[in-house]
């Protein structure tokens, strides 16, 4: 089991930034791509960015792609997403996610092991 801690959500207002990081523990072997998804009031959670373990592949949804980047330190277990430009749309509950087989996916099925989710809010 991989268990799964995100910090570094807050509020910010429109064009701020912000970092949150995903901290592994457990059998942190048995991940190897990692991602970030996100839900906002009243619509389906979304893919954000993902990222392999190995060969560093990245994904960036259209929405955050040039805004956002996403990180990991292998060493220390963790996964980080730099936001940038934040807008207000970019409000929602934050999820880090780890998968235990490559590639790094999209879908949120994909993946086996969840954090609790960190709140982002972006006022304009």
């Known amino acids: 089991q991989v268990h799964l801690v995100e910090s570094g959500g807050g509020s910010v207002q429109a064009g701020g930034s912000l970092r949150l990081s995903c901290a592994a523990s457990?059998?942190?072997?048995?991940?190897?791509?990692g991602g970030w998804f996100r839900q906002a009031p009243g619509k389906e959670r979304e893919f954000v960015a993902s990222i392999s373990w190995s060969s560093n592949n990245i994904l960036y949804a259209p929405s955050v792609e040039g805004r956002f980047t996403i990180s990991r330190d292998n060493v220390k277990h963790t996964v980080n997403l730099q936001m940038a430009s934040l807008k207000p749309e970019d409000t929602a509950v934050y999820y880090c996610a780890a998968r235990r087989v490559l590639p790094a996916g999209v879908h949120d099925y994909e993946y086996d092991y969840w954090g609790q989710g960190t709140q982002v809010t972006v006022s304009s």
């Open positions: 457990g059998r942190t072997q048995d991940a190897n791509a």
